[in-house]
């Protein structure tokens, strides 16, 4: 069993009447990367600013490492954070914004700020003043502050806002290697799935104020799915299916249906081809992420 690094308990937040999260509650386990993903307005901000400690005024619980935030103040930095645009000191160069939010943290070592800057591939530019930084460089420059004094959980607010509409692969293989390396836990939101869609573990939709549904990425490779088999002989698939217990279903002239799993699959279209079935097209049909989505978020939107 691993870890929970995170876990949130039915955190409601309200601005004057209006219900901004209504019970949300969740757990991120260490090594896991998790999405948040809803339209503007859903309420991501806010929950994200809650979990790093930076709006106090909320009902419900939130435990880090067991322990929960709202119990004083701890040594260590337990959350790393950015959220909105990472605010930095134009007229001092990325490496004395690092070490001046290193300082705010506690003890960290200048080999531990090159090996950061090192693996963000911040080299060229981090003696530079973050006055002359792209956003791309501004948002990587965030990551390592956020990194810095080994917290137990980055939150990532929208960090594609602004950039190119996907993580970098540099970004993206840094989050993936250090959650896993350090044990960490990550939530990174969005309101377009697909930009970070590609690194995330697990995928929490929120809409106005709630978690609406979660979505198991990793498992995806186990769910099943449909295959629709074009062939010259649809009796001799069909019985081919159905001695292995499959049910096939004949979907028009020359097409049968069958539901496998994609493991399933990869085994079984081998057979067929030894078998000397003549396979002319296979269709796989899969709701996307993506359309689970927008399927969920039409309708209500706040604003
Ligand atoms: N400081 C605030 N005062 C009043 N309402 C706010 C404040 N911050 C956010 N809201 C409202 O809370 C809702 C959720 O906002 P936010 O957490 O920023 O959503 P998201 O990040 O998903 O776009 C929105 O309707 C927003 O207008
Ligand atoms: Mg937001």
Redesign the pocket.
């Given at each position: 069993m691993q870890n929970k690094i995170l876990e949130v308990r039915n955190v409601s937040k309200k601005?004057?009447k209006?219900e901004?999260l209504r019970n949300v509650s969740f757990v991120i386990y260490s090594g896991e990367i998790v999405g948040l993903v809803?339209?503007?307005?859903?309420?991501?901000?806010?929950?994200m600013?809650i979990i790093a400690g930076l709006i106090r005024n909320y009902e419900g619980n939130i435990y880090i490492d067991g322990r929960n935030i709202k119990e004083g103040s701890v040594e260590k930095k337990q959350v790393g954070c950015v959220i909105e645009s990472p605010g930095f000191y134009p007229n001092l160069t990325g490496y004395e914004n690092l070490k001046f939010f290193s300082k705010i943290f506690g003890n960290v070592n200048d080999s531990e700020i090159n090996e950061v800057v090192k693996l963000l591939g911040l080299e060229k530019v981090i003696y530079q003043k973050t006055v002359k930084y792209s956003m791309g460089t501004k948002q990587r420059l965030g990551i390592a502050q956020a990194v810095l004094g080994d917290p137990r959980l980055l939150v990532l607010?929208?960090p594609t806002n602004g950039l190119d509409p996907n993580i970098t692969p540099v970004v993206r293989n840094f989050l993936k290697d250090i959650v896993r390396k350090k044990s960490i836990g990550i939530l990174i939101?969005s309101?377009v799935l697909s930009e970070i869609e590609a690194i995330c573990d697990r995928v929490l939709f929120?809409r106005n104020?709630e978690v609406i549904e979660e979505v198991n990425l990793n498992q995806e490779n186990k769910t099943s799915v449909s295959y629709i088999f074009e062939t010259n002989s649809v009796e001799d698939l069909v019985k081919f299916f159905e001695a292995r217990g499959i049910k096939a279903i004949i979907e028009g002239e020359g097409k049968i249906k069958v539901v496998i799993t994609s493991e399933m699959f990869e085994n079984l279209l081998p057979q067929i081809v030894q078998k000397g079935i003549i396979v002319k097209g296979i269709y796989k049909q899969k709701i996307s992420l993506e359309e689970r989505f927008i399927k969920k978020m039409e309708g209500k939107i706040?604003?």
């Amino acid at each position: 069993m691993q870890n929970k690094i995170l876990e949130v308990r039915n955190v409601s937040k309200k601005y004057g009447k209006k219900e901004v999260l209504r019970n949300v509650s969740f757990v991120i386990y260490s090594g896991e990367i998790v999405g948040l993903v809803g339209p503007n307005g859903a309420g991501k901000t806010t929950l994200m600013a809650i979990i790093a400690g930076l709006i106090r005024n909320y009902e419900g619980n939130i435990y880090i490492d067991g322990r929960n935030i709202k119990e004083g103040s701890v040594e260590k930095k337990q959350v790393g954070c950015v959220i909105e645009s990472p605010g930095f000191y134009p007229n001092l160069t990325g490496y004395e914004n690092l070490k001046f939010f290193s300082k705010i943290f506690g003890n960290v070592n200048d080999s531990e700020i090159n090996e950061v800057v090192k693996l963000l591939g911040l080299e060229k530019v981090i003696y530079q003043k973050t006055v002359k930084y792209s956003m791309g460089t501004k948002q990587r420059l965030g990551i390592a502050q956020a990194v810095l004094g080994d917290p137990r959980l980055l939150v990532l607010d929208e960090p594609t806002n602004g950039l190119d509409p996907n993580i970098t692969p540099v970004v993206r293989n840094f989050l993936k290697d250090i959650v896993r390396k350090k044990s960490i836990g990550i939530l990174i939101s969005s309101h377009v799935l697909s930009e970070i869609e590609a690194i995330c573990d697990r995928v929490l939709f929120i809409r106005n104020g709630e978690v609406i549904e979660e979505v198991n990425l990793n498992q995806e490779n186990k769910t099943s799915v449909s295959y629709i088999f074009e062939t010259n002989s649809v009796e001799d698939l069909v019985k081919f299916f159905e001695a292995r217990g499959i049910k096939a279903i004949i979907e028009g002239e020359g097409k049968i249906k069958v539901v496998i799993t994609s493991e399933m699959f990869e085994n079984l279209l081998p057979q067929i081809v030894q078998k000397g079935i003549i396979v002319k097209g296979i269709y796989k049909q899969k709701i996307s992420l993506e359309e689970r989505f927008i399927k969920k978020m039409e309708g209500k939107i706040i604003e």
